[in-house]
């Protein structure tokens, strides 16, 4: 039991490049999220996906898109990247399909954008 | 709006002193409140989770508290010990999403 995985643990990219970060999770939980960690900004929260199918947009949208792809995992999409978008990347997970329970967190994905 | 703050932003003391972390929020109409840690280069680790009709939960040495009429939770950590150095995060939920505080740096010195 792996709980929540991401892939790449770290990227740079150049100003306009795309790329795509992977989550997977095997708690068979049915919602994901995914967050950006900025210092002293805390966790803001890009995308999630309340289940299978749905998706709906955090605090921090723009310039990003994701994919539930099945229930196990969860795509974000930088098109074009930006030096803003600079950040640590956290996918989480949690049962039940409400913000209102213990959310379960991958390891995180480093981005450096030159 | 909900807005979380942490104050102090980092903390160290003696081993074996009881750690206080605070955390304030600004809606009271929250449905939980949920304490995490982070280790450096890690992910989150759920501690505790205080739903809004409790007052608190405990987990052997921590224990966390929610008052939702004047905004505050407190996670106390008995007896510190050098293991619980990391970086200790408060989140609230507001119904549709979680509002993360800017996090308490904890040093516990042997």
């Known amino acids: 039991n792996a709980g929540v995985t991401q892939t790449p643990k770290f990227q740079v990219l150049k100003t306009g490049q795309s790329m795509t970060l992977q989550c997977a999770q095997d708690?068979?939980?049915?919602?994901m999220y995914w967050y950006r960690q900025d210092p002293g900004m805390g966790l803001r929260l890009i995308y999630y996906s309340a289940s299978e199918g749905t998706t709906d947009k955090g605090e921090v949208p723009n310039g990003y898109n994701v994919s539930r792809l099945n229930k196990r995992e969860f795509s974000l999409r930088l098109e074009s990247a930006a030096p803003s978008q600079t950040s640590v990347y956290f996918c989480?997970?949690?049962?039940?399909?409400?913000?209102?329970?213990?959310?379960?967190f991958g390891p995180g994905t480093r981005l450096l954008v030159l | 709006k909900q807005e979380v703050t942490q104050i102090p932003a980092a903390l160290s003391v003696p081993e074996g002193e009881n750690l206080v972390l605070n955390c304030s929020f600004t809606d009271s109409a929250i449905y939980n409140l949920q304490w995490f840690r982070q280790d450096p280069g890690k992910g989150l680790t759920s501690l505790l989770l205080?739903?809004?009709?409790?007052r608190e939960q405990t987990s052997g040495r921590l224990n966390a508290s929610l008052d939702k009429s004047s905004g505050r939770s407190t996670l106390y950590i008995a007896a510190s010990q050098p293991g619980d150095s990391a970086t200790y995060l408060c989140?609230?939920?507001?119904?549709?999403?979680?509002?993360f505080g800017g996090g308490t740096r904890v040093l516990v010195k042997p």
């Open positions: 989480a997970s949690s049962k039940q399909g409400a913000f209102s329970e213990t959310q379960y």
């Open positions: 989140a609230g939920d507001a119904g549709n999403k979680l509002t």
């Open positions: 708690m068979n939980h049915n919602s």
């Open positions: 205080i739903q809004s009709s409790q």
